[in-house]
């Protein structure tokens, strides 16, 4: 299946979960579910882009929630504990959002 990023760019620290794991700082394109089918795929169950970005959004909050811990940790060792702790919090957050995106993709494969 193939699908098309739309333009969405920006720098952050960012690992990734696809056969080579890596983690490095870059520029990339997000794809935020907009699928572009070409005539000679089968479009997509409404169940499979539902799972499908699903799990794109539980992959990139986890994402997101590790580069907060990273920069509290720096943060702290920086001499700012006190944004060092809203990072802290802002990871914990996520990670509850998160919570959420996998209960609704686990509902989503019962049927």
Known sequence: MTHHDHDH?????HGHHHDAPHDHDHD?????GEHHHHPSESPMSFEEKLQT???H???????HA???????????EGG????AQ???????MTGKITSVFEKAFNL????
Do not use: G, M, V
Request: charged share 35%; glycine share 0%; hydrophobic share 25%.
């Open 9 to 13: 760019d920006h720098d952050h620290h």
């Open 28 to 32: 990339h394109p997000h794809d935020h």
């Open 53 to 55: 970005l699903l799990s």
């Open 57 to 63: 959004w539980i992959n990139h909050n986890n994402d």
């Open 66 to 76: 590790a580069n907060y811990l990273e920069w509290s940790k720096k943060t702290r």
């Open 80 to 83: 700012r504990p006190d944004i």
């Open 86 to 92: 809203l990072l802290r919090e802002a990871s914990e």
């Open 108 to 111: 989503s494969i019962k049927k």
